[in-house]
């Protein structure tokens, strides 16, 4: 089973445009994670968020959590072509060491 | 640097074959994890492995045998190829052992295709 739902499934935006996409989850977790991956490569760490922790930003990147409605929003601001790939939430639960992903958010900038 | 080392890149398969797919890390990293990652179903955790000498089963385990006998290496092996193990592979690491695991780092992905 998936830790993580992401939503939506695929998004299409204009460069300069911000790029928002949310993240479920069913179980308690320790900490949730946002990683990156570009067609055909692995997938790159890009934030972090703690579960006592309810926004954390990166660069471009805004992260929020919500731990009573178990979801995760990942915001992208003025998004560049080069910000095309797809995105993945992923969980830890509670005293666990298992990272469970979502099935991906499919972001595509065009120029 | 190095970061997560996977070989071979791309391998074919006949059903009931076997082989193994190579994971090494320099990172010093505790933790290391197969994936593998299907159309539209995301990453799923195969096996993990918090330490040498220490293995664990993830989400779907069952075809897979792994082993770690240093902290670099992670093989995975599959000892009669499936069909439904057509899939991308990936091997991750982590700094941070059991309880909290933090940024995984990610290799470069092995893709399989088992006929």
């Known amino acids: 089973s998936q830790q993580g739902e992401e939503d939506p499934q695929a998004l299409s935006i204009q460069e300069g445009e911000n790029a928002t996409m949310n993240c479920s989850y069913k179980t308690s977790i320790n900490n949730l994670q946002w990683y990156r991956q570009n067609s055909g490569r692995g997938l790159v760490h890009l934030i972090l968020?703690?579960?006592?922790?309810r926004e954390k930003h990166s660069g471009r990147l805004r992260v929020t959590l919500d731990t009573s409605k178990k979801s995760s929003s990942l915001l992208i601001t003025a998004s560049r072509a080069a910000d095309t790939a797809s995105y993945f939430c992923?969980?830890?639960?509670?005293?666990?060491?298992?990272?469970?992903f979502g099935g991906g958010t499919r972001v595509l900038v065009k120029p | 640097n190095a970061g997560v080392t996977q070989t071979p890149k791309f391998q074919v398969l006949k059903t009931g074959q076997s082989m193994t797919l190579q994971c090494a890390q320099d990172?010093?990293?505790?933790?290391m994890s197969w994936y593998r990652q299907d159309p539209g179903m995301g990453l799923r955790l195969i096996h993990y492995?918090?330490?040498?000498?220490?293995?664990d089963q993830g989400e779907v385990p069952n075809g897979y045998n792994v082993s770690r006998s240093t902290t670099e290496d992670f093989p995975l092996r599959l000892l009669s190829a499936a069909p439904s193990q057509t899939s991308v592979y990936f091997c991750?690491?982590?700094?941070?052992?059991?309880?909290?695991?933090?940024?995984?780092?990610f290799g470069e992905g092995s893709r399989l295709t088992v006929l």
């Open positions: 990172m010093n990293h505790e933790y």
């Open positions: 992923a969980g830890i639960k509670a005293a666990g060491n298992k990272l469970t």
């Open positions: 991750a690491s982590s700094s941070a052992a059991s309880g909290n695991t933090g940024e995984l780092f």
């Open positions: 968020i703690r579960s006592n922790e």
């Open positions: 492995s918090v330490g040498a000498g220490i293995t």
